[in-house]
């Protein structure tokens, strides 16, 4: 399962998000910095309404959703690269994620303290950006440093540091390695040092509850920031959010009619999280269960097989195929079959989203 952090300046929302995306964390949310030491995780469902449907046309006895795990990691401020409030500490728990949420703060209330004084979606943006610029920039100076005495006589450490050296002039210029053209040799070069600045990132826009429909000019800021990487920007509401896993289910429909939207912000993040991290879903469905399995994109069908089991994988045959809309067109796997749309895919197969599977092999 792969991980991603929720990240930010103190006071924006994070654990408040946090403990809205897992209903029953026990994350603090507290109106003062530094309320999150250590870092929270909790797992969540994708919500994923074909599960439903699936489970309806097979009779299934549960559904199973695809996961995300996400870990609450507290707040980073101006000299965190430096050890500014436990940056160091805070800067290592980044490193172990796969992808990173980065809540913003993006609405008024003075009865909340933000660490800067003022709202400023850019100022709080760069100043996350440059601390995690600036632990990136140490890290690859340092392995220069360590590769130096290689080069005199390695070809591939002459070229790991003409790399690294490309990295730093980037960072030196205020740029993410994410903003770097890196060619697949290149790419393998920095795959081991979990660079920051290099992990996919989302800008998690927290406003009001009366703006959650309409968004606001510091909205637009952020996603004028956001194309400068290619990064996506999901508008959130943790007020929301909160109040939401307070209410019953039945009254939550209403509640976010009442704003103007079908859902809160939260399913689109974790739904954004889960393609940002490069997964996709394949269905299994029958009698007892349908589930959704998690892999990443370009996955063969005995790979997508391993992932229910190994012995899945080692003794691959073939695998029995459909597409999601086909299925729910015909209606059952025996219609989709008698209209030839069931396939029998084998070992070069590269599982597409939505397929909804059936495996045969040798145990």
């Known amino acids: 399962m792969l991980r991603a952090g929720i990240v930010g300046l103190p006071n924006v929302g994070k654990s408040t998000l946090f403990n809205a995306v897992v209903a029953n964390a026990k994350a603090e949310a507290a109106n003062f910095p530094f309320c999150t030491i250590e870092p929270n995780v909790g797992v969540v469902a994708v919500p994923d309404e074909r599960l439903n449907v699936l489970a309806k046309i097979a009779s299934s006895a549960q559904t199973i959703p695809a996961r995300v795990e996400f870990v609450d990691i507290a707040g980073l401020v101006k000299g965190a690269s430096q050890g500014e409030g436990l940056g160091n500490q805070f800067l290592s728990h980044i490193r172990e ?6 809540v913003v703060r993006c609405f008024e209330n003075d009865d909340i303290i933000h660490v800067a004084g003022s709202v400023d979606p850019a100022r709080d943006i760069e100043i996350i950006n440059i601390e995690l610029g600036l632990s990136d920039l140490s890290q690859i100076e340092r392995r220069i440093d360590r590769t ?38 290149e790419t393998e070069i920095i795959k081991g040092l979990e660079l920051l600045t290099y992990k996919p990132i989302i800008y998690a826009a ?5 703006e959650l429909a309409t968004g606001n000019h510091f909205v637009e800021t952020v996603r004028q920031i956001a194309a400068t990487e290619n990064a996506q920007v999901v508008i959130v509401s943790a007020q929301v959010e909160a109040e939401l896993v307070e209410l019953p289910e039945s009254d939550k429909a209403d509640f976010l009619a009442s704003l ?26 029958g009698p007892k269960e349908t589930r959704a399995w998690t892999i990443n994109a370009g996955m063969s069908a005995p790979q997508a097989a391993g992932v229910i ?17 086909d299925l729910v067109t015909t209606g059952s796997m025996n ?5 030839g749309l069931v396939r029998s895919e084998g070992k070069e197969y590269v599982v597409q989203e939505g397929d909804v599977m059936l495996f045969r092999f040798n145990v």
């Open 97 to 102: 994620v796969d992808a990173i949420v980065h």
């Open 148 to 185: 130096r005495k290689q080069a005199r006589t390695s070809k591939d450490a002459q070229f790991e540091i003409t790399v690294l050296e490309k990295l730093a002039a980037a960072l030196n210029e205020g740029k993410s390695v994410r903003q770097v053209s890196l060619n697949e040799e």
């Open 335 to 339: 219609a989709a079959k008698e209209k």
């Open 206 to 210: 927290n406003v009001s509850e009366d």
């Open 260 to 285: 103007g939207v079908e859902e809160g912000g939260l399913k689109s993040l974790i739904r954004a999280t889960y393609m940002l991290l490069g997964l996709r879903t394949y269905f299994t469905c």
């Open 309 to 325: 089991h190994s012995d899945f994988e080692r003794g691959f045959i073939r695998a029995e195929t459909v597409a999601y809309k």
